[in-house]
């Protein structure tokens, strides 16, 4: 990641600006070269993203403000540096605490399997600690500009402030990895004993559609998931398949501070509820960044072709249909979980993630809400993304909107089928239905006349 300024097209590791990381590493360098193409990534570095050259507004840039002001501070402890107090004002639990001990991030040298990184997050906020690192890693969702990165220096200052990283950051955070647009990566690796991923034994991208045995690979993992298996809390000498048995001790560990020295972090814990809820919403903000570019890049282009060819402002282009119908039903198919895999066997926590989780959202007026969670079958209860709520989903373009809500319509009436449509049952549609139009004003004005 790096300071902020205009990027140029396109970016190559020769003209990254300096930043507090030692370098990254030149594996993912030469991926992030090789894989996707150049005008993909830099797409949003034109108009009317303008990624950027455009002034964010979320919940770190109004507590950047704030501190400007003198309206709030941070107090820096010596162990945590400012992670608490960063905490405490952008109202992210600790018990949201899941750690990873793979090399994959920005301070990847200070990261093993003894010094594992620690990410919190709420539903628009991570934010990343290393023990010993130089900087605190915080990324967030931005309504407009989908997933904006900042460091904020773990050295006591007068004045701290949270810089914004551009270029750096999206080596890794702006590629196909990524859908084409800034974003998240959640990655299940095989890590050898001092956290380096094996590369020739391959990685998943984890989220809704992941098998629980693909998952967790470089990451600790703390709860109870009975007969089913995960890729938590080992290391390997050796590609998978070359080693002569499986490790299966890392398996249903309720803590996990007995792998490593975990004083100096707030909890000794990898929340197993917690990595899934990460799973899903990391996945779910990058979609829903990709919809809200790709839409508002088609309509921009559609304007500008109006123009050319004298048509009425409003005319609507076939390829814009395309786009914005594309758009909306990956919304769908992200918000119902379509082809999310049955859980192999209840999963249980081992904090309090899941209690404080469930309270965090509205319900409908027999205390039904979409952030209900099952854990006997499926994550939640009523498959429906919580992130529907979000700034990010109220944010897209009017008309993405609507088309989102038909497809939803036709899904929850039952209209709608296909390979890729959810399967839900009647009662299903029905409670989804009820539950929306009970706490979200622009559904019940969509879905209300059923």
Same mark, same amino acid.
């Given at each position: 990641?790096s300071?902020h300024?205009?990027?140029?097209?396109?970016?190559?590791?020769?003209q990254?600006? +300096?930043? @507090? &990381?030692?370098?990254?590493p030149?594996a993912?360098?030469?991926v !992030?070269?090789?894989a /996707?193409? %150049? *005008?993909?990534?830099?797409s949003?570095?034109?108009?009317?993203i303008?990624?950027?050259? +455009?002034r @964010? &507004?979320?919940?770190?840039s109004?507590?950047?403000?704030?501190l !400007?002001?003198?309206? /709030?501070? %941070? *107090?820096?402890d010596?162990?945590l540096?400012?992670?608490?107090?960063v905490?405490e004002?952008?109202?992210?639990?600790?018990?949201?605490?899941t750690?990873v001990?793979?090399?994959?991030s920005?301070?990847?040298r200070h990261?093993?399997?003894r010094?594992?990184r620690a990410?919190y997050f709420n539903?628009?906020?991570?934010?990343g600690?290393?023990?010993?690192?130089d900087?605190l890693?915080?990324?967030?969702?931005?309504?407009?500009?989908g997933?904006?990165?900042?460091t904020?220096?773990q050295?006591?200052?007068?004045?701290?402030?949270f810089?914004r990283q551009?270029?750096d950051?999206?080596?890794c955070?702006?590629?196909?990895?990524?859908?084409g647009?800034?974003?998240h990566i959640?990655r299940?690796v095989?890590?050898?004993?001092s956290g380096q991923?094996?590369?020739?034994?391959?990685?998943?991208?984890?989220?809704?559609?992941t098998?629980l045995?693909?998952?967790?690979?470089g990451?600790?993992?703390?709860?109870?998931?009975?007969?089913?298996a995960?890729?938590g809390?080992?290391?390997?000498?050796?590609?998978?398949?070359?080693e002569?048995?499986?490790?299966?001790?890392?398996?249903?560990?309720?803590?996990?501070?007995?792998r490593?020295d975990?004083?100096?972090?707030?909890?000794?814990h990898s929340?197993l509820?917690?990595l899934?809820?990460?799973a899903?919403?990391?996945?779910?903000?990058?979609?829903?960044?990709?919809?809200?570019f790709?839409?508002?890049m088609?309509?921009?282009?559609e304007?500008?072709?109006?123009?050319?060819?004298?048509?009425?402002?409003?005319?609507r282009?076939?390829?814009t249909?395309t786009?914005l119908d594309?758009?909306?039903g990956?919304?769908?198919?992200c918000?119902?979980?379509?082809?999310?895999?049955?859980?192999?066997?209840?999963?249980?926590?081992?904090?309090?993630?899941?209690?404080e989780?469930v309270?965090?959202?509205p319900?409908?007026?027999q205390?039904?809400?979409l952030?209900?969670l099952?854990?006997?079958?499926?994550?939640?209860?009523?498959?429906?993304?919580?992130l529907i709520?979000s700034?990010s989903?109220d944010?897209?373009?009017e008309?993405?909107?609507?088309?989102f809500?038909e497809?939803?319509?036709?899904?929850?009436?039952?209209?709608e089928?296909g390979?890729?449509?959810?399967?839900?049952?009647p009662?299903?549609r029905?409670?989804?239905?009820?539950i929306?139009?009970?706490?979200k004003p622009e559904?019940?004005?969509?879905?209300?006349?059923r």
């Open positions: 990641m300071p300024r205009p990027a140029s097209p396109p970016r190559s590791p020769d990254r600006h +300096s930043s @507090p &990381s030692r370098g990254v030149l993912i360098v030469w !992030a070269m090789t /996707a193409p %150049l *005008v993909a990534v830099d949003f570095e034109q108009p009317p303008s990624y950027s050259e +455009s @964010p &507004s979320n919940a770190i109004e507590l950047n403000d704030r !400007a002001r003198g309206d /709030a501070s %941070l *107090v820096f010596r162990s540096g400012y992670l608490r107090s905490l004002l952008l109202h992210v639990p600790i018990s949201s605490q750690l001990f793979s090399k994959t920005l301070q990847q990261i093993t399997p010094n594992p990410i539903d628009e906020v991570y934010v600690f290393v023990r010993g690192g900087v890693e915080l990324s967030v969702a931005d309504p407009r500009l997933t904006v990165f900042y904020l220096d050295q006591i200052r007068e004045r701290p402030a810089v551009t270029n950051c999206l080596i955070h702006g590629g196909s990895q990524t859908r647009v800034p974003g959640v299940s095989y890590p050898d004993r991923p094996i590369f020739s034994a391959g990685s998943h991208r984890v989220d809704d559609t098998p045995a693909d998952r967790w690979g990451w600790y993992v703390s709860g109870r998931h009975g007969d089913a995960h890729l809390n080992v290391t390997y000498r050796k590609r998978p398949e070359e002569d048995e499986r490790d299966t001790t890392g398996l249903n560990q309720m803590d996990v501070s007995g490593f975990s004083s100096g972090y707030l909890s000794p929340d509820v917690a899934t809820v990460l899903h919403q990391t996945a779910a903000h990058t979609i829903l960044a990709k919809a809200s790709e839409s508002r088609a309509i921009h282009r304007a500008a072709l109006n123009r050319e060819l004298g048509e009425p402002a409003d005319h282009w076939p390829s249909n786009v594309s758009a909306a990956a919304l769908v198919d918000f119902l979980f379509s082809g999310a895999p049955a859980l192999p066997a209840p999963i249980e926590g081992s904090t309090t993630f899941a209690e989780f309270k965090r959202g319900a409908d007026g205390g039904r809400a952030r209900m099952d854990l006997e079958d499926r994550l939640f209860r009523h498959s429906c993304s919580f709520y700034k989903f944010s897209l373009p008309e993405l909107r609507r088309r809500w497809k939803m319509r036709g899904v929850l009436q039952g209209s089928t390979r890729r449509c959810p399967q839900l049952s009662a299903e029905s409670v989804i239905c009820d929306l139009v009970a706490t559904a019940a004005c969509d879905l209300g006349n």
